[in-house]
């Protein structure tokens, strides 16, 4: 009789805890294919095409299976403060949103709350594999006067650069892919900076129209089983094909003259390159004995292909151009013998795809040649530029890819 009571208050005390526990723990989330974060900073002059997209994002939604797949949206704009949304379906089909979190008004390009947010959405909504789409301004690897880089992000005029965005990966998940909704981001210093925390990296060499990616079909590009990052910037190019206005003109003059008669200026065309992470350290090998061999402080980046068309502006140093073809530049340097055959076929596999129109647009000179781009830029040293140089210096590429023995 005393085992049977005894029996009866231990199953009794372990149902107790086990009702306890599960009421009071969040059940463990379901782990899908693929999670992506589009991280929206649009505190800026950008914000209102953050709603045009974030609309363009819920019509993508209809073609990706939402059962095996998570997409989350954190988006900071002028209007209100920072919110995090995740899109879904409903039983019906229709795309719904819910609103996951607010937050207090933050710097969202501030390193440690950039960090927080990544962890929090990979953490809740786990995955076999994830995704990051970056979107806002952007300058590549550029540096503000005596300060820092503005290379990801504008919150309100607060903006990230290189190193810091290196910390925010290296503390998350490993990535499928990072999408670079910005412009100037496929730099080989960049891609080189981060190459340890993702699989691939899609950008554009230039820049790139203020509507950016067309997400109602990048959305289901993002999600695609292989290849996503190759038919993310697929799809991104082929939208701006079909609207390609090849007659907007080119040459020295502002764009905005045109809007006297053109109802729509952002279809002078773009560009899109995807880098494959785990060929740059092949890449930047063979480069650093072609740069060691061939340059010296007496190199220039005279007639090397710009993507740069911008002037005058306020962290131009000396009115520097920052960003140079990488591929035209080595040629340039190798007088397109031998060597230079050999180090194009570690390119290409560094950028296996690459895409572009005829001309693509500036907000300082209107369309521009793209003719004979690789889709990745680099930055040249110039002796009118020390401080550009110094800062440069801070880059794994500059001692990885041979710039430290060339004097500069």
């Not at 990544?118 to 300060?147: F, K, R």
């Not at 993310?232 to 809007?259: F, K, L, M, Q």
């Amino acid at each position: 009789m005393r085992i049977t009571i005894l029996s009866l208050l231990v199953s009794f005390f372990i149902l107790t805890f086990t009702a306890c526990r599960d009421d009071n723990e969040a059940p463990e989330a379901e782990k899908r294919s693929r999670t992506v974060l589009v991280y929206m900073v649009a505190q800026n002059n950008l914000s209102s095409f953050a709603e045009a997209d974030f609309n363009e994002m819920l019509e993508g939604m209809k073609s990706v299976d939402d059962q095996n797949n998570n997409l989350i949206i954190y988006w900071d704009d002028k209007d209100s403060k920072p919110r995090l949304i995740r899109l879904y379906k409903d039983n019906n089909g229709t795309v719904k949103q819910e609103r996951l979190q607010d937050y207090a008004e933050q710097n969202s390009v501030d390193t440690e709350i950039m960090k927080s947010i990544l962890n929090q959405v990979y953490s809740e909504y786990p995955a076999d594999s994830y995704g990051l789409v970056l979107w806002s301004h952007a300058d590549g690897w550029a540096p503000y006067p005596g300060v820092k880089s503005r290379s990801f992000g504008d919150d309100g005029g607060k903006s990230m650069n290189i190193a810091d965005l290196r910390k925010v990966l290296e503390g998350t998940r490993h990535l499928n892919f990072v999408f670079f909704d910005a412009c100037f981001m496929q730099a080989a210093e960049v891609a080189y900076e981060l190459r340890q925390y993702t699989d691939y990296i899609v950008g554009s060499p230039t820049e790139i129209p203020a509507p950016g990616a067309p997400y109602q079909v990048v959305v289901p590009a993002m999600f695609e089983d292989e290849d996503a990052a190759r038919k993310i910037a697929e799809t991104y190019y082929t939208n701006y094909v079909n609207t390609y206005n090849a007659e907007i003109r080119e040459g020295e003059y502002s764009p905005w003259e045109d809007r006297n008669y053109l109802t729509n200026i952002w279809v002078a065309g773009v560009s899109s390159a995807v880098v494959d992470c785990s060929k740059l350290e092949a890449l930047a090998t063979v480069t650093g004995e072609l740069v060691s061999k061939y340059v010296d402080a007496s190199t220039t980046s005279d007639n090397v292909y710009c993507y740069d068309k911008r002037k005058g502006y306020s962290y131009d140093y000396n009115n520097s151009k920052l960003y140079y073809d990488f591929a035209d530049f080595m040629k340039k340097i190798t007088g397109d013998n031998d060597e230079y055959k050999i180090w194009e076929q570690f390119f290409k596999e560094a950028v296996p795809y690459y895409y572009t129109t005829p001309k693509n647009f500036s907000d300082w000179v209107g369309a521009f040649d793209m003719t004979g781009t690789c889709g990745l830029s680099i930055f040249i040293p110039r002796s009118s530029s020390p401080k550009l140089n110094e800062f440069y210096r801070d880059y794994q590429w500059y001692n990885d890819a041979g710039w430290v023995n060339t004097g500069w």
